[in-house]
């Protein structure tokens, strides 16, 4: 399988900025889709944003307009912009890979896990 690997969590104040980067053993857009997905506790996994294998994406509502997901195929690394910080973005962030190349934010399209990264945001 594809290894993921998520890093650039920490706290921050509402309104701030964090970068998430996801660093993977085979390259984005070839036949398969990735995806950052997050977990608060006690709450099941909620996807947030995707990027398919010819670069469409999509957000959820609750994110789009603040969060941005890219990909670096040189680098076999997924991103994930975080601006304009809530409180209730905190959670546990992933990201995921749906080898059958899907755009979608549902969780259990996804094939592969990360460890996930914690993202805390104070109001």
């Known amino acids: 399988q594809v290894q993921l690997v998520e890093s650039g969590g920490g706290s921050v104040q509402a309104g701030g900025s964090l970068r998430l980067s996801c660093a993977t053993s085979?390259?984005?857009?070839?036949?398969?889709?990735m995806a950052w997905l997050r977990q608060g506790p006690g709450k099941g996994r909620e996807g947030i944003a995707a990027?398919?294998?010819?670069?469409?994406?999509t957000y959820a509502g609750s994110v789009k307009g603040r969060f941005t997901i890219s990909q670096d195929n040189a680098k076999a690394t997924l991103y994930l912009q975080m601006n304009n910080l809530k409180f209730e973005d905190t959670a546990m962030y992933y990201c995921?890979?749906?080898?059958?190349?899907?755009?979608?934010?549902?969780?259990?399209?996804?094939?592969?896990w990360g460890q996930g990264t914690q993202v805390t945001v104070s109001s």
């Open positions: 995921a890979v749906d080898s059958w190349g899907r755009l979608g934010l549902r969780a259990d399209i996804f094939d592969l």
């Open positions: 990027i398919e294998s010819a670069g469409i994406r």
């Open positions: 085979a390259y984005a857009g070839r036949g398969v889709s």
